[in-house]
């Protein structure tokens, strides 16, 4: 598993239900592993809020890479 890698959650955990993921996502790995984690990012919706400020809804998160498996490599 490298940066870039396209990777799906294949692991159901407290800790990455909480953040608002799931079995079946996908993310990038934007990190190289470290401690047996890498960081995910799942890339949400661009939307701008009342005051006219651009925001996202994407979630990083540090993922265990035991509960990950490359879709696409980079």
């Known amino acids: 598993m490298k940066v870039l890698d ?3 959650f294949i692991k159901d955990r ?3 239900r909480e953040r608002g993921v799931n ?3 996908t993310g990038t ?3 190289e592993e ?3 984690y890498v960081l995910v990012v799942i890339e ?3 939307y701008q809020n009342k005051d ?3 925001c996202t809804t994407d979630i990083d998160i540090g993922a265990r890479v035991e509960d990950l498996e490359v ?3 980079s």
């Open 23 to 25: 079995i079946g996502d």
């Open 52 to 54: 006219g400020v651009y």
């Open 44 to 46: 949400g919706e661009i």
């Open 14 to 16: 407290a800790e990455y």
């Open 34 to 36: 470290r401690n047996g």
């Open 29 to 31: 790995v934007l990190g």
């Open 6 to 8: 396209k990777v799906k």
């Open 71 to 73: 879709v696409k490599e």
